[in-house]
């Protein structure tokens, strides 16, 4: 009886755990999630993370200096998805198969003054998981839904 209690216990516990995660992970359909991001400033490289939720990324465009590294971080409940620029320059496979999954790319000096424009494979379609990453403050903007 105890062993069915504790059972029961850790399942609720577990439950509970993925209620806490459902409710930040919201949509990334059509609006995107705030403004894009600035460069950081002063010091080194710096690494900038972009949650990977249901159907969206958050935010959806970023802009960073030459040499920052942007991190992809899995915080939905729904796999399947991938962060593949359109021109071919990165692609993270179908790494997001869990909460917590990642996926690194560092920009270096090399790609200043570019945009990349990257969607999942998955969802770019159906659910508009569209995204950007501007290097440099003189990167052209994102085309639009990007």
Known sequence: MRGRRLRTGFLGL???AVVT??????GGGGGGGGTPTEPPTGGGPSVVTIQVVDDGYEPRSVTIK??????WVMQGVHVGHTVTALNDAFD????FDSAGATFERQFP????????EYSCVTHSECCDMKGSVRVGSNAPPPNPGY
């Open 14 to 16: 577990m439950a509970a």
């Open 21 to 26: 995660v459902v409710p930040g992970c919201g």
């Open 66 to 71: 030459p040499g920052d590294t942007v991190r």
């Open 92 to 95: 993270s496979g179908f790494v």
């Open 109 to 116: 000096a090399g790609e200043d003054g570019q945009t990349f």
